[in-house]
């Protein structure tokens, strides 16, 4: 899909100060049905981005108008500073990685990889044995070029699928759920490499998923997606730590919501009381909002104790302790009926029990408060 990098929309992320991507107001309606809704986004030359959301949140209708295989119904697509809404994908300056990988059975490793640059003839013949042999050592192939696709592992095949979308040196590659093809294991130990591989060839990658342990792990920036629209732009930690509304806080990791009224020191829930919030939340009093905590955030101790630390505290009952080797997770139940998470690792497992009474405490200042 790479072209002249003179000349393709992209290529002048290069060598400018111009993002890498740039999206204005994009929307895309199959019908009457809208997929994608008013996407304003910057993606920053040579950083690795992730879209993430749910499926059929409109992350890979998102994509593919950045590859050109959809027309936005509305807005504008710049690659580098460049104009390319109305760019046909194999004149845009970047290259795709498919879950699928989409190798050849029948070719070698090298020839595999050397692919795109002999059906283009972007390079002298003389020239794409060396640049074949370059990219088989970036993925950690060395030796393997006449080796058949068939007596490759699940991880080899994706790092041939890798050096083959790096060999023309694009200056955007697009993934598309790369690693869902991948066990637990190997998936976890791709993450690593794949950001290796990125922060090695300073290509600007973007990756569409619904993982967000993937997406934590490798992202320079995440853009949360629900409903066609992009609630969030941020880094992996403020993500998490500091989710902009109750949905990335739900489906960022695990949360409790405890939802009532607030006013300037406390969130009044009902069948809990008043419950304190963090300082400074801006919030006009009476909004109804979201209290939001995380399972690690939270301290447990026997009925009728504050655990140390702790400025909030709730009365429950144990329900379930699930171990999970490095950690223990507690499902309580609340007074209200709600349902609370805590989670333990190490010293402060304690020896509680399924039907004991509990008290769960925090530090306010851990909590988010939400309005939407």
Sequence with gaps: MTT?????????????????VRLTGVGKTFGDTP??????????R?????????SGCGKTTLMRMITGFETPTEGTVELGGVPATAVPPHKRDLNMLFQSYALFPHLSVADNVAFELKVRRSRPRAEIGDAVREALALVRLEGYGDRSIAQLSGGQRQRVAIARALIGRPSLLLLDEPLGALDQKLRAEMQLELKKIQREVGVTFVTVTHDQEEALTMSDRIAVMDGGRVLQVDSPEAIYERPATRFVADFIGTSTFLTGTVDTTAIGV????????????????GTEAHLALRPENIRLAPAGERPPGCNAVLDGTLRQTVYLGNATRYHLTLADG?????????????????????????????????AE
Excluded: C
Excluded at 8 to 19: E, Q
Excluded at 270 to 285: N, T
């Design 270 to 285: 009902p069948g809990l009381g008043r419950i304190p919030v963090p300082e400074g939340h801006g919030l006009p009093d």
């Design 338 to 370: 709600t349902s609370l998470v805590a989670e333990a690792g190490g010293a402060d497992r304690g020896g509680l029990a399924a039907g004991d009474p509990v008290t769960a405490g925090w530090d306010s200042a851990r909590a988010r408060l939400l």
């Design 4 to 20: 002249d990098t003179k000349t393709a929309p992209g290529a002048a992320a290069r060598d400018h100060g111009v993002p890498a």
């Design 46 to 54: 040579n950083e690795f981005f992730s879209i993430l959301g749910p």
């Design 35 to 44: 997929a994608v809704r008013d996407v304003t986004l910057d993606i920053r």
